[in-house]
Each structure stands twice: as structure tokens, then as C-alpha cells.
């Protein structure tokens, strides 16, 4: 049915693009389906901007605070996460209504995953204990002598990347290249795709503000809890803006606002990645532009149902 094919919104942290998808939401009878890696995490409420109870309350949210940040959550996981949220929408009338600032995640909806094997656990136990015992920059000498060009992708680091890579190749046999190359199955086959665009130095200044008000509403004592949870640093929860540094700063390593100016820089190196994801694979999309976004729901109807 053409009046629930899903509605797929991009931006860059901070860009308004939460607001659009429940403004679209309270509109069309949608439910808001998560696209962003860090949101994802139950104990991350606060310092990933994830949608506040009283929003919840609004129109229903889906993908948002269902993964422990004990949990390392795969783009391959979030793919099938997303076509089952995706079809519940559907199938109870709800137009899907998709956002976030994560690049791949919406690639892999849009064109697939590779077939990538499933690593067995024994490999997988080997390659994490190798880590912990070997560190990062050790474990991607080892990578580049046996797979150049997975090694020449990778940061040396990029822990969690490079051993995902050696777990790849000994289970299979081939590198992690060559799985990458082969066509995957996409998710989603019509659909609406808007990108949420913003001056790049207003942008700053909305994500300085809003981290500014994290910490004033809870954000430090979110951290705290994180801390005490005592999890592996090399998680992709511990990777959420603002973490390490406030968690630096609990643990009398730095000053809070030595902390707070760290999380701001992280957060504009960030801004700047998506934007360049953005041009590489989001060109043909929608703009939507601060004020149309600040303006008439109407004239954002005319790009979603012209």
C-alpha cells in the first residue's frame, strides 16, 4: 500500500530530525523506528538524545533502549531488528517511519547486508582473549600479515574491527573483503527519503546546547551508572559521544569541564563524518532543510506524497 511505504529520515546529530519524524508521525499515523548505532543501548537514555517518555507517549517508538550496553550490537542484528519492527508497523496500519544519523544502518535497509558467515564460538573466544592479551595495535600487524587489505581499512585502534576481521578469516577461510564485495538481499524496496540539513556552524551550536542540558539533567549520573556497570571499554556503548570523557571525569582523570569541552569537539569530528557519509551516499535523497522542518507539516508532504 503506497500511503505506508516507509519514510526514511537522515541528519546529523542534533539536525531537528527527531522532531520531524514525530511531527510526520502525529500526521500520517506512523511509528517511529530507530536508525541510530547509540540509541539502541537501554542505559544510554540521556546522553544519546534518545526520545524522552513523554515523546514515547505521543506515537510508538520502536528500537529505541532494547539492547543491554553489555551487548555488542551488530549492523547485521539491527537489520533484522528493523524489517521485523518494519512489517509489525505495517501490518497494524502504522506508517514506518525510520530516523537516525547512522549512515550504514540505513545502506544496509536499502541495499543489504553481504553473506557474511557466521563466526564459530571457539574462533570467536580466541580472537577476544588475543585481544585482551595482545592490544589492538599487535592484533592489526597480525592482521596485515595475513589479510593487507582487510588491514589497510582498519585503524590500528579499531579493536572491536580489526578482531571481527581475524574472527572472519580463520572461520572462513577468506577474507573479510570478499564477503564485503558480494551483493546482499535489501530490506526495503519503495520508500521516501528525506535527509535533514542544517548550516554546518548552527549545527555546533545545537549539539553544544544540547549536551550542556545532558549533563544538567542527568547526564553525569547516567555515566555513574555506566561506570559501576564496570564494562569492557572496547564495547560499542562505551564508543556513545560524551561517555568517555564524562567517564574520565568521574574517575578524577580530568576536569568536568576539561570533560564537557572533550564531548563537544567529539561531537563536531562526528558531525563532520556523518556529512561526508551524507554526500557519498545520500545525494540522490530528499533535502529537507531547518526551515521546513520548522514550518507547515504541509509543505514536507508534498516531497513524502507528491
Not at 534518545?50 to 549492523?75: I, K
Not at 569492557?232 to 576536569?255: I, K, N, S
Request: glycine share 6%.
Amino acid at each position: 500500500m503506497a500511503s505506508l511505504s516507509p519514510i526514511l529520515i537522515a541528519g546529523a546529530t542534533a539536525s531537528g530530525k527527531s522532531a520531524l519524524a514525530m511531527k510526520l508521525a502525529r500526521e500520517v499515523g506512523g511509528a517511529v523506528i530507530n536508525a541510530d548505532s547509540m540509541q539502541v543501548y537501554r542505559e544510554l537514555r540521556i546522553l544519546t538524545a534518545r526520545p524522552s517518555p513523554d515523546d514515547e507517549a505521543v506515537c510508538p517508538h520502536m528500537l529505541y533502549g532494547h539492547v543491554s550496553a553489555g551487548e555488542s550490537y551488530s549492523v547485521g542484528r539491527y537489520v533484522k531488528d528493523a524489517a521485523r519492527a518494519i512489517s509489525q508497523a505495517t501490518e497494524s496500519g502504522q506508517r514506518p517511519i525510520v530516523t537516525g544519523g547512522t549512515g550504514l544502518y540505513f545502506k544496509a535497509l536499502l541495499e543489504g547486508l553481504s553473506p557474511i558467515p557466521e563466526v564459530t564460538d571457539d574462533v570467536r573466544a580466541y580472537w577476544r582473549t588475543q585481544a585482551a592479551a595482545l592490544g589492538a595495535q599487535r592484533l592489526h600487524e597480525i592482521l596485515k600479515e595475513r589479510d593487507p587489505v582487510m588491514a589497510s581499512r582498519l585503524e590500528p585502534s579499531d579493536t572491536q574491527r580489526i578482531v571481527r576481521a581475524l574472527e572472519v578469516l580463520d572461520s572462513s577461510g577468506k577474507s573479510l573483503s570478499h564477503w564485503q564485495a558480494l551483493p546482499g538481499t535489501p530490506v526495503l524496496g519503495e520508500a521516501v527519503k528525506l535527509l535533514v540539513t542544517r548550516d554546518r556552524d548552527d549545527l555546533h551550536a545545537r549539539a553544544d546546547h544540547r549536551f550542556d542540558a545532558m549533563v544538567a539533567n542527568g547526564g553525569l549520573e547516567e555515566a555513574q551508572a555506566v561506570l559501576e556497570l564496570q564494562l569492557d571499554p572496547d564495547l560499542p556503548a562505551m564508543r556513545a559521544l560524551g561517555v568517555a570523557p564524562l567517564l574520565a571525569a568521574l574517575r578524577g582523570e580530568m576536569e568536568l569541564a576539561d570533560a564537557i569541552l572533550r564531548a563537544k569537539a567529539e561531537t563536531r569530528q562526528y558531525i563532520k563524518r556523518q556529512e561526508t557519509w551524507f554526500r557519498k551516499y545520500m545525494i540522490a535523497w530528499i533535502h529537507i532543510s531547518a526551515q521546513q522542518i520548522e514550518s507547515d507539516a504541509g509543505q514536507i508532504f508534498a516531497f513524502i506524497d507528491p
